[in-house]
């Protein structure tokens, strides 16, 4: 089983790792930028309109596909920051979230890709991963 969509978007750039510190009494108190709640907030919405009745259950493969616009007709790679672990982060918190998964600890495979195009947004596919039945 698999399942795909595409989110019709410009990816946000901000990234998980954007959490802020402060001090308060002498401990530090962690929060979110706007910036981040914003993003949070976007993922959470587009996202839930293609959560499973179910969470998924057992291993699974996220494939992620990151277009930035640009005026070309053509995809070129995007060499550039934000990095692909970065951005994974926060879009694998909202889907555990809105109930693809019960924790994206299942998430044993990934493939993240990062593009300039003309359609700017996110193609994410889950599939279901078989038991492994030999030594790798």
Not at 59 to 75: E, G, Q
Not at 113 to 135: H, N, R, S, T, Y
Request: with cysteine.
């Amino acid at each position: 089983m698999s399942i795909h969509f595409f989110l019709p978007m410009v990816p946000p750039t901000v990234t998980h790792q954007e959490h802020k510190v402060t001090v308060r009494k002498g401990k530090p108190i962690f929060y979110d930028t706007p910036e981040l709640k914003k993003a949070r907030s976007y993922y959470m919405a587009a996202l839930g309109k293609h959560a499973p009745e179910e969470p998924l259950t057992g291993p699974l493969r996220l494939i992620t596909k990151w277009i930035w616009p640009h005026d070309k007709n053509y995809v070129v790679w995007k060499a550039t920051k934000p990095d692909t672990d970065n951005l994974i982060k926060l879009l694998k918190d909202c889907m555990t979230a809105v109930g693809f998964w019960e924790d994206d600890a299942q998430v044993a495979s990934e493939i993240t890709e990062k593009f300039f195009g003309a359609m700017p947004g996110i193609w994410v596919c889950i599939q279901e991963l078989k038991e492994l039945e030999e030594d790798i």
